[in-house]
């Protein structure tokens, strides 16, 4: 028997007048735009015979860490992302809380703090190696402003990872003191992160830039608790785009190994295609992979050839335009003379400046990014290109001060980006 699979006018009329009915409770259930604000990139935690100490405690049990971020896109409301990477046991969160501090001078004196909910229950398991999302916080929070998340652990919890260093002073304290404005006297300080992975802004027509890099751009000698690594600059420039820029950087991160923390090709996915919003990313990588071997942190480990090298960038290219998002690579800054006064002061060498060299002609060159920044060029001294110039060097003759920072976000022409011509006068009327 034939079938019919002709639709009569009357199911047409009722089709139609159906989807004309349902169409204001789709519309008002779509899922909302959020844009990744701010993140903090995982590490594993090493063990004591590390030459760095991790600066955190070995176990929590009945504590509150209370920690600082300063948003770079803000938005009408919010969720915050949790992370057990590379932990091997469930973490039991008691109760977590956001509060806006009274000011940005005294950050951590709050005039109110919200509970944070997951599916609707204030306790919450973030499973071995998983992250724990947040439901929405109905928080309105403005561009470059501080958030406080205060985190309680009930349970006794041996963490398998951290943000080794965050630039920012935080604190741990006994008992649930999650919704107090002012913390106890008796505090731990530490600048590393706990737990607190991504901040996510709600935002119609935000976007973001992601910036995945080293102790460069994690800010290792920025100066602490003032938000001055080069993509803090480089975010006050943006805020006037409604374009987020969040730091990925890990110091003592490498482009092909592991180092402290996971190579680059390892994480890119978790920690920049996977974010909400994402349009670029920024890539200031290498100097490790070139510098490490024969020092303490690599001490057997055979230096990488250019070609491998390239091979990377390479990957790492085609890997970021597969997801429909801009690369942006920048050249490696010069290092001649870097950590000479440390027991790393075989850092720096003639054949490993070489390579650095040889590196960033080919990036130079490379037609398989979507545009350069040359951060070789804006930080090297006049008198020898192989040197941070004296007036960004922090000291140790590899880490930008902050002087060097700005340099580094002020140098970058915002219309690789963007595409607009008037940018720039955007921006600067934008100021007055």
């Not at 969160?93 to 956001?98: I, N, S």
């Amino acid at each position: 028997m034939k079938k019919n699979y002709g639709v009569s006018v009357y199911q047409l009329i009722v089709g139609l007048l159906c989807v004309l009915l349902l169409e204001p409770v789709l519309a008002s259930n779509l899922p909302s735009h959020f844009v990744t604000s701010w993140t903090s990139s995982p590490q594993p935690i090493w063990g004591d015979d590390f030459i760095f100490p991790t600066n955190i405690p070995a176990k929590l049990e009945n504590k509150t860490i209370r920690q600082s971020v300063r948003v770079s896109l803000g938005g009408d409301s919010f969720r915050i992302e949790m992370s057990n990477a590379y932990g091997s046991i469930p973490v039991k969160l008691g109760r977590v809380t956001v509060g806006l501090p009274v000011s940005e001078r005294d950050n951590y004196v709050l005039e109110q703090t919200i509970s944070v909910t997951f599916g609707g229950a204030i306790e919450a398991t973030i499973q071995p190696g998983a992250v724990l999302l947040s439901d929405i916080i109905p928080l309105q929070i403005l561009p470059l402003s501080s958030i406080v998340i205060s985190v309680y652990l009930p349970e006794r919890t041996e963490l398998g990872a951290f943000h080794w260093d965050g630039r920012q002073t935080n604190f741990i304290v006994s008992g649930d003191q999650s919704q107090a404005s002012v913390l106890s006297s008796k505090r731990y300080e530490t600048t590393a992160r706990l737990l607190i992975s991504a901040l996510f802004v709600e935002n119609e027509g935000g976007s973001a830039i992601a910036v995945i890099g080293d102790s460069i751009t994690d800010g290792a000698t920025a100066s602490l608790d003032n938000n001055a690594r080069w993509t803090d600059f480089l975010a006050e420039r943006l805020k006037w785009q409604n374009t987020a820029v969040f730091n990925a950087g890990i110091s003592g991160a490498r482009l092909l190994s592991d180092g402290m923390g996971s190579n680059a090709l390892s994480r890119l996915n978790r920690d920049v295609i996977s974010k909400p919003g994402l349009k670029s990313l920024i890539v200031l990588l290498g100097i490790n992979d070139i510098a490490w071997p024969g020092t303490l942190f690599a001490p057997s480990s055979e230096r990488p050839s250019l070609n491998k090298l390239i091979a990377g960038f390479t990957q790492l290219a085609e890997q970021t335009h597969l997801h429909g998002v801009k690369i942006y690579v920048a050249t490696l800054p010069p290092f001649e003379g870097a950590l000479s006064d440390t027991a790393l002061s075989d850092y720096y060498s003639e054949e490993k400046n070489a390579l650095r060299l040889a590196l960033n002609n080919w990036i130079r060159g490379a037609d398989v990014f979507d545009d350069v920044i040359d951060f070789d060029r804006i930080l090297q001294s006049e008198n020898n290109p192989n040197k941070i110039g004296k007036e960004f060097d922090s000291g140790d003759h590899l880490h930008p001060s902050d002087a060097g920072n700005k340099a580094m976000a002020y140098g970058i022409d915002l219309t690789i980006f963007t595409n607009q011509i008037g940018l720039k006068l955007a921006e600067e009327g934008a100021k007055e």
